[in-house]
C-alpha cells in the first residue's frame, strides 16, 4: 500500500485535509521563513524557536537569545536581523538559539504541531527532505505557509516538485487534485523557475521593498542536505551538514 | 485602469480575498451545480432556488416546488430528481420553479450573496459569461465551489479559460497568484481536457457512483448562452437562450 501526499496551498485548507492517522506535515514558506531556516541550520544554528507573535519576540529578546523578526518584509528595532537567507550566515548564527518571528510561517508550524512530525521543505533542502520522508514511509502534507492565508505561487511549485520526488520513489501516490495540481504548476515551471516565479505577486511586493537579492539562492536546488524537524516546540536539525 | 480577476480555489479563501468594493462573483461548481444550472436555464427554467439544507429542499417541495436535490451523489428520495444535467430536461424544468440543494454549489452561492452581483459559471455558458463580464466591466472574484472546501482541478481549471478570456478583452488583469495558477492549469489541460480531467479525484469518484455519463457534457464549451444570475435569493436568466 503506497503512502498518500496532500498539499494544502494555504493555511485555511489545513483542517479540512482527508489525511489523518499518522503522517508528516512538510511546512512550507519558501519566500522567505523555511528558506531562511534551513540556512540556518546550513550554517550551524543550534536551535530556532517559532515565535507567533512580535511580543513573543521581544520576551525571547530581553531573555537574551538571538532574535530575527520582521513584519511585512522589514525589520524590526528590537531584532537583531530580519528574516532574509542572508542574514543567517555562520557569523549570526552559528551554535546560538534563534528566536525567529514571521508573519506567515510560524503560523503554520503552529497549525502543525499536532502532526506526528514537522519538517522544513525549501527548494535549498528538497533532496534531502525529499530522501528523509521516502525513509520515513509515512503519510505526507504538505502545507503551504501562503501569504495571508492566500495561495501563492512559490509554495505551490515546490509542493509540485517534492510531489514528483515522492512519486518517483515509487512508494507514494498522489490522489488529491491539489497534489496534480501543484504536479502540473511544477512541470510548467521546472525549465524555467525563476522566470515562472516573475508572476508570484509576493516576488513584486519583496521587488518594491527592495528585498528580492535572495530570490535566485531561494529557487536553486539541493545546497544543503539538513532536514531541520519540530521537537518540543522548538526547531532542530539531527541530519545534514548543520555545523 | 484595468479591472482585476482574483480566483478563490475553496469557499474557505473567500473571506481573506483582496478584492473588495463592487465586484462580482462567479460562482463555479462544475461537477455539478453549476453545469445542471446553466442547463436548466437553457431549457427554459422559470427560476432556480438555491437551498443549503436538506430541510430546506423538503419544505420546498411541501410547498409545490420542484426539487432537485442530492446527497454525495445519490437522488434523495423525497426529490424529483437528482443534480445531472440531463436531469434538467425541458420536459422537467421548462416554465418550472426548481429548488435546488447541493453539496458544494449553494453553499457558495450562499457565501457570497453580499457582492454587487452574482453569476453562474460552467465550461457550457463559457463565452457567454465572458462577454457578459466583459460588459460589466467590474472587478471579478471567481470563487470555485471545490469539494468539501477542498480544492478542485475541474473548478480550477475552468477558473483559468474565464481568467484567459477576460485578460484577451484586454479590460482584466489578474495579480494574484491564484489567477496565475489557474491560467497555467488551463493551458496543460486545454489541449485534452477530458484527459487532464481523468485526474481528478471527484471524477473518479462520480465514476464509481455510475454518474459520470455528463462528464463529456460538462467538459464541452458554449453549448449555451445563458447567464443565470443571482436576484433576491433566487437564480434567473435575462439573457440567453432559456426557453
Redesign the interface.
Known amino acids: 500500500m503506497k503512502k498518500t501526499i496532500e ?1 494544502c ?2 493555511p ?2 489545513y483542517e ?3 489525511t489523518d492517522g499518522n503522517f508528516i506535515v512538510v511546512i512550507v514558506d519558501i519566500l522567505r521563513a523555511t528558506t531562511s531556516i534551513c540556512t540556518a541550520f546550513k550554517n550551524g544554528v543550534k536551535t530556532m524557536i517559532p515565535v507567533p507573535t512580535l511580543e513573543m519576540a521581544k520576551e525571547y529578546k530581553e531573555k537574551g537569545y538571538v532574535v530575527a523578526s520582521e513584519k511585512d518584509g522589514k525589520v524590526l528595532d528590537f531584532a537583531d536581523f530580519g528574516n532574509s537567507a542572508f542574514e543567517f550566515s555562520v557569523e549570526n548564527v552559528k551554535d546560538k538559539e534563534v528566536a525567529y518571528c514571521t508573519t506567515n510561517g510560524t503560523k503554520a508550524i503552529e497549525l502543525a504541531k499536532d502532526a506526528d512530525e514537522v519538517v522544513i521543505g525549501s527548494f535549498v533542502n528538497l533532496r534531502a527532505l525529499s530522501d528523509w520522508l521516502i525513509e520515513k514511509n509515512k503519510d505526507v502534507v504538505i502545507l503551504c505557509a501562503g ?7 512559490e509554495d ?1 511549485v515546490f509542493a509540485g516538485v517534492l510531489v514528483e520526488n515522492l512519486i518517483d520513489s515509487g512508494k507514494f501516490s498522489a ?4 497534489a ?2 501543484a504536479l ?2 511544477w ?2 515551471a521546472e525549465t524555467d523557475l525563476l522566470g515562472f516565479i516573475e ?4 516576488r513584486h511586493r519583496l521587488k518594491k521593498l527592495g528585498l528580492d537579492d535572495v530570490l535566485e539562492y531561494s529557487f536553486t536546488l539541493n545546497t544543503s542536505d539538513v532536514v531541520p524537524v519540530l521537537k518540543d516546540g522548538r526547531i532542530v536539525c539531527e541530519t545534514g551538514n548543520g555545523g
Open positions: 498539499v496551498f494555504s485555511k485548507l479540512d485535509r482527508v501569504w495571508k492565508n492566500k495561495f501563492n505561487l505551490s490522489e488529491c487534485d491539489s496534480q495540481a502540473d504548476l512541470k510548467t508572476k508570484a505577486a509576493h
